[in-house]
């Protein structure tokens, strides 16, 4: 996806709420505002969103002179998902679709994003997982449950901290020894790094590599080589959240199933269904309505 | 009111919006964009919201080659404002008490804003007017009429377009012989001009008068000198809307009544109350809190 005019402002308020949310410097805030508007205003509308996204987010780490500020929010969403896995674990096992309810819970945990959304808490993500069973669910989740089990190796690649430990429920239910899970290469908002892959006990149970960038998203030009070979020679990628939607909804080549809750307008009219939906879609679909039911 | 932070991504998506519904044409919308974000890296924080507004709109009506690209939309809201006219001056007459009922059509009618708002339809309108019989006024209503009653002049600084038909209700209700009503001096947004005053029938009615200004809300030194006069010499003064509170709320040596609808959340917390509530706030008062119940 290109950027948009109206991805501008958004861009505005992500960084004015992250740099509250770290600093709670106003002038610090000041001065990274000023140098990103005079950035914007100079940006290329062909990048995808998450390259602006990078970009703002380098300049929040130099300015704060911190590697990883979103650590300790990281670290404390999971902990908050490992003290709920082993009661959805449960849940999972004993639902009449156990694939397609650890799904759900998967998607669900899209909901720990701190670059679209400034509200969430442990409380906010406990009510989506507590409605997440009943959710529709838009896109072919059956497509899905059918490719993973034909392919010979499924690359999954995560989004958030926090929600990779309810990626870990999905992944449960993959032929294990035919799953790589790849996380970012270097901290980026609160985007899943190899830490977090290893605090949810995924480096223990399948092979997890890292993709060698800092884009919270997946754009190959900016991943490792051995990423990119390993992404190529994925005969199926199940990619999680918006920023892997916004670098990867055009490729053709690939068989990708995109995993997320559509948390920004014009991602949600992209996909077609509206703000706040459970997706499951592939690209090898256009748009949702021809993917048929919802489940 | 200074202008924050918070500000910055609201002027970007109130320029980009107001691009999209007066020109319709993403290279001159980008154009403007890439402008106001270099501005607005640049700008006086010491400056209120108004006095960037007007920057904004003034760069706006420049690259449209149009004085008054508002005007189509300003018409609009006067004819249907006067089409409701007739019925509400029936019920106004009708209630229990006609100076409070008068006030809330006034206030009401300040949801005719296309800096704050961008959904504004002849049905939201309506929707407004009906709600406005029983809403909560916040502030000191009691104490605006008792001013009113008092004052030997009284100068009404009107807001937008539309909205100053809903006013004349109020003015109605005044000592009209006393009264003098003051609109923007050029066009900016939607905010009344002269044609507005006359379409809304108040030229007939009272005293009207320009400011000289083209800032959305009263900025004593960008007016003209024959406007100061009669501001400085009025010794009450009812100023509608945000634009005026932003810009005149600090004013100690006058008695002013603000009387607007809050519609965004730093103002709402300024004045004490919540996005959405009816205001009727004397600057006397510090808080609404302070000037006692809601009526």
């Not at 990883?68 to 679709?97: C, G, I, M, T, W």
Request: hydrophobic share 40%.
């Amino acid at each position: 996806m290109r950027t948009t005019l109206d991805c501008i402002p958004c861009f505005v308020r992500q960084a004015l709420e992250a740099m509250r949310r770290l600093a709670g410097d106003e002038h610090a805030t000041r001065r990274l505002l000023q140098d990103l508007l005079v950035d914007l205003s100079q940006m290329d509308f062909d990048q995808s969103p998450p390259m602006v996204g990078r970009r703002i987010h380098r300049r929040i780490r130099t300015l704060l002179g911190d590697d990883d500020p979103y650590r300790a929010l990281k670290d404390r969403f999971n902990r908050h998902a490992l003290q709920l896995y082993p009661a959805l674990k449960r849940r999972v096992e004993e639902a009449s679709d156990p694939f397609q309810a650890a799904l759900r819970v998967a998607i669900a945990g899209n909901s720990i994003d701190f670059a679209a959304l400034d509200d969430v808490t442990e409380s906010s993500v406990n009510t989506l997982m507590e409605s997440a069973w009943d959710r529709p669910l838009l896109g072919s989740p059956g497509g899905l449950r059918q490719a993973a089990d034909a392919a010979p190796s499924i690359l999954y690649l995560a989004d958030n901290a926090g929600e990779i430990v309810f990626d870990r429920l999905l992944i449960e239910r993959l032929p294990l020894d035919r799953v790589t899970v790849a996380v970012r290469g270097a901290p980026v908002i609160n985007d899943a790094t190899i830490e977090d892959a290893r605090a949810a006990g995924l480096t223990e149970l399948v092979d997890v590599i890292d993709n060698g960038s800092d884009v919270p998203g997946t754009v190959l030009e900016e991943c490792s080589p051995a990423f990119r070979r390993r992404f190529d020679e994925a005969p199926l990628i199940l990619a999680k959240g918006m920023g892997n939607y916004e670098t990867l909804n055009t490729m053709s080549g690939h068989s990708v199933h995109f995993l997320l809750i559509a948390k920004c307008p014009l991602v949600a009219e992209h996909l077609g269904c509206r703000v706040g939906d459970f997706v499951a879609s592939s690209n090898h679909a256009a748009r949702l309505q021809k993917q048929g039911v919802r489940t």
